[in-house]
């Protein structure tokens, strides 16, 4: 098993020559709590930038980035111009999508995803642009044929109009496959040092009450091509053993966790187990015991109290939450689906079922 492991992390890292740089849009209408417009910019997988219409100008969310503006200012004050003006443009579009839709009243969230795919071995590039609205697919840009995909019937109006439009649909083209390659190529030279290197986890044991399953949480590692799991007499097992998903933080990091359920194992044989962590491109393992000593709890007497250790736990996930929350829907995009499955987005259950109790259907 640990050879296999192996062998799938050393296929990531041989197969790490596409390149990918994503934006993510959204606007909202009618939700106070929440910014009316927000950017997140993801590069490599990895967050570089941030943005919504409460912030003067973008945030860089990376040092590469931040030495980019510093010695190419211009190429900064364009991202910062054309962040300001889709606003306006996604506002016109939604606007677009309500008379067409029939849904003129209540709550709207519009979702977009743009971003392109290069293949540094073969040369390929491939992009994408996929709209999401009220929780639902809406509409594709086919880079191919340079004309649009209705994902639903409320769409087709929409389809029939932007099909019209072929000057902007063959903006949209050149933009997908020359400017955003070109731009992910100049990014490359200055994420390089960044995207190469490995920030090994900090692990600790945690429990919520003497019951519950005793979780081995990593986070702080780098980068997120990573396994985690228990073993006992040196076996890896699987029953009783809850894998979670990786998460990133805020900064650019990653998290991780696995529990076990402790119900039926006896104290005097928790020696016997521990969980260990791998990270690609590191060698040595990080293996921590099953201690009862070590394990931090929030409850009683009993195990070490680290309410700080928690809520900065938190805080990283509520972090990453809301730079997530504008893509809270996208997961509803059918194509953006096939091609992030290898990289599952985070999850919409919570966006779609506020949309659709806030817009009932007629």
Same mark, same amino acid.
């Given at each position: 098993m640990k050879t296999l492991k192996t062998l799938l992390l050393l296929f990531q890292v041989v197969s790490a020559v596409k390149h990918s740089m994503r934006f993510y849009f959204t606007l909202c209408s009618g939700l106070p709590n929440l910014p009316e417009f927000t950017i997140v910019a993801d590069f490599e997988e990895v967050r570089m930038g941030y943005y919504d219409s409460s912030m003067k100008a973008p945030e860089a969310r990376h040092d590469w980035l931040r030495k980019l503006m510093e010695e190419d200012p211009e190429h900064w004050e364009r991202i910062v111009l054309d962040s300001m003006r889709y606003q306006q443009l996604l506002q016109g579009e939604t606007e677009g999508f309500k008379q067409n839709s029939s849904q003129? %009243?209540? +709550?709207? !969230?519009?979702?977009?995803?743009? =971003?392109?795919?290069?293949? #540094? #071995?073969?040369?390929?590039?491939? =992009?994408?642009k996929q709209y999401g609205y009220n929780g639902e697919d809406f509409i594709t840009f086919n880079l191919q044929t340079e004309t649009w995909i209705a994902?639903?019937?409320?769409? #087709? @109006?929409?389809?029939?109009?932007?099909?019209?439009? *072929? %000057?902007?649909? =063959?903006?949209?083209?050149?933009?997908?496959?020359?400017?955003?390659?070109?731009?992910?190529?100049?990014? /490359?030279?200055?994420?390089?040092?960044?995207?190469?290197?490995? @920030?090994?986890?900090?692990?600790?044991?945690?429990q919520k009450t003497p019951s519950s399953p005793v979780s081995c949480h990593a986070t702080g590692f780098y980068p997120d091509r990573a396994s985690m799991f228990w073993r006992k007499d040196g076996e890896e097992i699987h029953e009783d053993v809850d894998h979670g998903e990786i998460l990133p933080n805020h900064d650019g990091t990653f998290q991780m966790s696995v529990d076990l359920n402790i119900s039926s194992v006896k104290p005097e044989n928790w020696s016997m187990y521990d969980c260990v962590f791998q990270i690609s491109g590191v060698k040595k393992? +990080?293996?921590?015991? /099953? &201690?009862?000593?070590? !394990?931090?709890?929030?409850?009683?007497?009993? *195990?070490?109290?680290? #309410?700080?250790?928690?809520?900065?736990? !938190?805080?990283?996930?509520?972090? %990453?939450?809301?730079?997530?929350?504008?893509? !809270?829907?996208?997961? =509803?995009?059918?194509?953006?689906?096939?091609?992030? %499955?290898?990289?599952?987005?985070? &999850?919409?259950?919570?966006?779609?079922?506020?949309?659709?109790?806030?817009?009932?259907?007629?």
């Open positions: 003129t %009243a209540g +709550v709207h !969230i519009t979702q977009q995803v743009l =971003g392109c795919e290069w293949d #540094e #071995e073969s040369d390929r590039v491939d =992009g994408w994902a639903n019937p409320r769409a #087709e @109006a929409t389809k029939q109009e932007w099909d019209r439009n *072929g %000057a902007n649909n =063959g903006f949209w083209k050149s933009f997908l496959t020359n400017v955003c390659p070109t731009w992910m190529k100049m990014y /490359l030279k200055y994420a390089d040092m960044f995207l190469q290197r490995t @920030a090994p986890p900090s692990v600790s044991l945690l393992d +990080v293996i921590t015991k /099953l &201690d009862k000593a070590e !394990i931090r709890t929030n409850w009683g007497k009993t *195990g070490r109290t680290v #309410e700080r250790n928690v809520s900065h736990t !938190i805080i990283s996930v509520v972090v %990453a939450l809301v730079s997530l929350g504008v893509v !809270i829907a996208v997961v =509803g995009f059918t194509v953006y689906k096939k091609k992030k %499955a290898k990289n599952p987005p985070p &999850d919409s259950d919570k966006s779609f079922e506020l949309s659709e109790k806030l817009n009932p259907e007629p």
